[in-house]
């Protein structure tokens, strides 16, 4: 407390605080009032509790809808209501797997051989022969039991099976092996559906994770070959339960009845598809005698790969994975906003996992514990946040980010009014390395926050040590694979992913204490680390009078991905002259974005505007983001509504940034450019006309 002490000490001597520039958002005396409460709260922090949450929650592997992952809940309840948080559960009943049921993988010929399934029991990691772990499996796999030849599909994307078609083979029936990487594992049993194999293994090869990379676990932190990556499979044109698109999930027995469709009426998946490490898969790889795979499909395993096993190599798969109703539980914690209680700051990771989860997801889930317990103690101390800042822990993630969207879908209209922003941190404290990805509105947020933040292990900031020797950082764009999916791509609501990274032992049993207090960060320094990150990010959303959106951000990015999405389309269509419309409204938009930040500013320097002003400008600025909703949705998905950006329909985790010309550039189509230069142009269209209408307002005010 002494740091803070004599700052503010200062700052009432002096008058003068601790910004040189007032924050955005903020008017001068506002800002210095924001910069002392954020070194109180940086104070605040209790760096020792993240360990104590983190040891608490992955004491037991716990699997959505299993009594030890509803124990988490009930934790994560408790510690979030003796912080002072108004907490409850939100219930649902969604349709999925909560266990691995049967599985089995055997060469069967030249020599019968059953292959592993699960990780080894290490003696330097006591968590590994936890009573409770089960199997590899991915769950939403086909429930079946096969034979066949082998083919290897190298990732199994989209373009990995069209160059097994080109090259003439023949998938049916047939047994197909791909490796982890290169999209999400439900495409590659989509996929291999799709071109008539009759079953699916997938393995991580130690090119991609593994001895190549370095040392293996316990000695290092990359796969051995008994690790096992998890993971669902579900892909449906839609994100969430499979049986209620567009409605939430409410329990079966609850007052509101909700349609759900027949299973029947699913995409899941028909073929049994489960996963076996590459100890395993080397058995099957190395007595393949077909030809060599391209150089491209080469792994890392000591012999050339090749693309078929012929007849003398078969293999068995077998899958029986049950599937039915199962409760989740999020829980969602609010800290009443004390002047803006109807506008909120959402946080959010999930919490269950596929075993221990130390760094996917719960290092995320305690870092917000650690932060709901510093924001408590400064409400509690008459330090309200002026917006309602909302803090959820979602069940049901692993399965297909279902309890997150569930909840948008339940809350949608209440969010579409009210939601500033939402802040993902799913395995959010996973290394030392610090990254994010971001809506253009709030990039300028997370790295002005970093700016904030020591970094632990160096005389840098946080900002500095993630730009590294370049003037600013290297922000991503959102694609799936997490919970801001929903809020962000179905509801338009501005939303960005950060925190800090390294190697995991993603998705295996191998992903526990143990591990995470050898190798991900010993010296447990991170995770206040990244609490602070965050509340500094959470505490400007909230605080300042004019929401700090940056706003010209919109045009600038949107140029370039313009600019990129042309390139693409002229490598197939040397006619196209690019999208002349939207470029044009571009200009105006640019334009108008800027006026407007200006006149923000200046009222904000003057301290002229008045409570009904800020309302209105907050109540446009809130609408801003909503302007690239489409109703009707996308070309590939109508639950995905924004025309800025989509998961990759093809990919699942890439991020697709103007997704419904991307869609085109996928099919190689130039059918449909101008009717969506057209709807891009409304969009933005709309956005700059309440861009300009902030403006008047301003002006006339």
Known sequence: MKKYFLAYTFLLLTGFGFCQNKLDGFSREESEKQEALEELFLETVDFSSFKKHLQTI???????????????????????????????????????????????????????QPLNQMEDILEADSFSEHSELKKGWNAFSGSGDVRGEVVYANYGTKEDFEQL??????????????????????YKAKFAAA???????????????GFTKGLVFPEGPYYNESAIQRGSLLTESFTGDPLTPFEPALPLDGKKRIARLDPEETQLHDIPVTPIPYASA?????????????????????????????????????????????????????????????????????????????????????????LSQALGKLAEEGKKPKRSILIAHWDGEEHGVIGSTEWVEQMKDELGAKAVAYLNFDGGVSGKNIGGAASPSLKKTMTEAAKKVDYPYSDKTVFDFWAKDNPTPSIGNLG??????????????????????????????????YFYEKFTDPEFQMGGTIAQWAGIMALRLANAPIIPYQV???????????????????????????FKASLKMLEELKAAAEEMDSLVNQALEKDALSSK?????????????????????????????????????????????????????????????????????????????????????????
């Open 58 to 112: 992955t004491k037991h592997p716990h699997i959505a809808g299993s009594p030890e992952n509803n124990a988490v809940g009930d934790y994560l309840l408790t510690v979030m209501q003796e912080a002072g948080w108004d907490s409850r559960k939100y219930p649902y009943d969604v349709y999925l797997p909560k266990d691995p049921g049967i599985s089995l993988v055997e060469i069967i010929t030249p020599k019968r």
């Open 165 to 186: 078609e080109a090259l003439g083979v023949d998938l049916n029936g047939k047994i197909v092996i791909a490796r982890y990487g290169g999209n999400f594992r439900g």
């Open 195 to 209: 071109h008539g194999a009759a079953g699916l293994l997938i393995y991580t090869d130690p090119k991609d994770n």
């Open 282 to 370: 080397e058995k099957i790889l190395s007595q393949m005698q077909g030809k060599p795979v391209p150089a491209a499909w080469q792994g890392g395993l000591p012999f050339t790969y090749r693309v078929e096993g012929g007849p003398k190599l078969t293999v068995r798969v077998k899958v029986v994975q049950p599937i039915d109703f199962v409760r989740i539980n999020n829980v969602v914690g609010t800290l009443k906003g004390s002047t803006y209680p109807d506008e909120w700051v959402i946080l959010g990771c999930h919490y269950d996992a596929w075993a221990f989860g130390a760094t996917d997801p719960n290092s995320g889930t305690s870092m917000l514990l650690t």
């Open 480 to 513: 799936g694979g997490s919970d801001h999916i929903a809020f962000y791509m179905h509801v338009g609501i501005p939303s960005l992913s950060g925190g800090a990274g390294g190697p995991t032992l993603y998705h295996t049993n191998y992903d526990d204490f």
């Open 552 to 578: 010209p951000r919109y045009a600038e990015d949107l140029s370039q991905h313009l600019a990129t999405v042309t390139t693409e389309i002229q490598k197939y269509d040397e006619d196209f002259q690019g």
């Open 613 to 701: 002003e800020i309302s209105r400008v907050n109540k446009a600025l809130l609408s801003l983001e909503k302007s690239f909703i489409l109703e009707e949705g996308m070309p590939f998905g109508s639950w995905y509504k924004s025309l800025y950006a989509s998961n990759d329909p093809f990919s699942g985790y890439a991020s697709w940034i103007l997704p419904a010309i991307q869609f085109e550039i996928s099919n190689q189509s130039s059918a449909n450019l101008e009717q969506w230069d057209q709807k891009y142009e409304a969009a933005l269209q709309q956005l700059t006309l309440a861009i300009q209408g902030i403006s008047k307002g301003l002006k006339t005010g």
